[in-house]
Each structure stands twice: as C-alpha cells, then as structure tokens.
C-alpha cells in the first residue's frame, strides 16, 4: 500500500500522515495516535527508502564503544533498541580500542562529512568537552548522556550523581562510620567530579577531614575494585564502609573482604551505585547489596525517544532532564561497631 492509498484510507491528508509517521512535533497527539493505530490495523509501513530520499536522512544513530564498562554499554544499547523498534532507523555502533577524545573529535567529523547518521549519542562528557563544540559547529544534531559545563548550548539527560554518592555517604556516617573509602569513575568526567563533590560534601557537613588515600579513581572494573579495597583494608586505621561507583566494583570490595576474613554486612559495610543488570541483581549477592539505583537501560530508551524529538524539530535547548536516584537499602550497610574501627 502506498502512502497516498493509506491516506485516503483513513480520510488524512498524505503531508498529515507523513509527518505523524516521522514525528513532527505540529501533528496532534490525538492525530499521531489514530494514524499509528490505523497503519498497524491496516499493515501499512512507509517505504524506507522513499522517506530516506525525500527527508535527506540516513535512518541511522550513531553510538561510540569504547572498550571500558561493555557491561552497562549493552544495558544503554538494549534501551535504545527498545525504543527505536519498528522505527525503521539503525543504531551505528563504532567501537574504540581506548577513550581518546581526539580520536572521537576526527570520528565524529567523518561522520559529519559521511552523512552516515542522522545523529549521535555523546557518553562520559568532561566539563569542557570539545566534542560537544564540535558537533554544535557541524550541525549534527547529538544529545548527551551526562552533561556538561561548556558554554555550549546542548541535550542532555543526566542523573543526580552529586545527590546519589551524597546519600550514600550520610547514611554510611548516620551508622557511625567516619572512615569512608569511594570507588569512583575516571578522573576529569563530569559525572566524576560531580559524585566526588557529593562525598566531600557529606564529609564536610559532619566535620570530617577529606583523605585522598580514601578515594580512587579509574574503570569500574572487579580488578580495580579488588586492588584498591585490598590496599585500603591494609591501612590503619582501615575504612569501615565503602562507597562503589559501580556493582562491578563492589563485587571487587566483596572479594578484597574474604582475602582479609573480613565478613561484608559484619566486618565492612558497602553500598553501590549501579542498575539491576539481567546477570547480576543487588538482591541475589550474598549478602545483599544495598544500593542507589537508577536505570541505565530507562536511560538509553529515553535518549533515544529525546533524539528522535530533536530529529523532528524540537529544540535541543528544550532537551535538560536530570533524573533522581533512589537509595536501596539492604544487608551491607549496617552500624559501625568498636571492632570494626582498629
């Protein structure tokens, strides 16, 4: 069935049902909604190659892999590919040996001059990313999981890393821990910078001095998490609790502990910052794992949808949403005990 067939099928205009089909932002809800029913009662889909020609777009989003956290990459991934199922637009997935933000600035410009996407997902921003210049300078439309400080103007979704570390560590402190160690991501990234300010500031308000051999940085990884816990629990005095940017890392404070004949939810209390993932959830971990949870997957399908806003003609000055995260408490955040201390 062609487009003009459909239209007159359900009494629209072939311009009215166009643009429902893409997502203009003028079309009513009510119309996009009648026009979406009808087009799966009658089975009728859009030649992909028509609207291609005729709208100059490549159906295609782009999405840099770098090879760090390929764990939460898929969970981003899956959420977008729910949101653009029966879309008839592909994700280009462009993997990297290593983060290097002159490789993507030359990346992104191929893709620019290719005119393989219609647009791209920008991860991991730092405060002045050039990325974001850049791609403002290209025009390429582009939205970014994270935010940033650049003068800039530009789409962001983004969770309230600063409030979710701040969280943890008041709670950890309410239970009488003092000496608090934070797993945290690489340095320079906003998201980093902004979860260290969330601990120091917690750290602060109760008078506690900050210790920089309390804190590291670097993938979220069970390798990093173990080396740093086990070097950590040698100190003395030795943290009580640990704040994990990740489950991943957690699982390396889990296996730091044991080394130690140290008892998680006894010995060491930990919480962790990360989504419930299909291959490992807080609730089955032994013990359970408490943790500040925001989904990573909710967050790649609601980009996605974002994106495909700002394709049909929303402005991306429009496009800043910063979502709250929820504090799970469970088995491994318990009170301090005098032990625990020497």
Known sequence: MKLKEFAQQIGLSPTTVSRALSGYPEVNEATRTRVLQEAARLGYRPNINAVRLATGRAGAIGVVMTKTGDYQFSEFMSGMADRLSGEDIDMLITPMAEHDTGDEIQLYRRLAESRR?????????????????????????????????????????????????????????DLGHRRIALLNGREGLTFTLHRLAGYTEALRDRGIDFDPKLVTHGDFTDEIGFHFARAALEQRPR???????????????????????LVIGQD???????????????????????????SIRAAGSRITDLLLQILAGRETTDVRELWPVELILRETSRPVSREQST
């Open 117 to 173: 996407v219609d647009a791209v997902v920008i991860h991991s921003p730092r405060p002045r990313d050039p990325r974001i210049a850049l791609l403002s300078q290209l025009k390429l439309p582009f939205i970014v999981h994270g935010r940033s400080s650049t003068e800039v103007p530009h789409a962001w979704l983004d969770i309230d890393n600063e409030g979710a570390i701040r969280r943890s560590t008041e709670h950890l402190l």
């Open 239 to 261: 943290p009580t609790a640990f704040v994990a940017g990740s489950m991943m890392t957690a699982l390396g404070v889990y296996r730091a502990a044991r080394t130690r004949n």
């Open 268 to 294: 060491i209390s930990v919480i962790a910052h990360d989504d419930v993932f299909p291959y490992l959830t807080a609730e089955n971990m032994t013990p359970s794992l408490s943790t500040t949870r925001s």
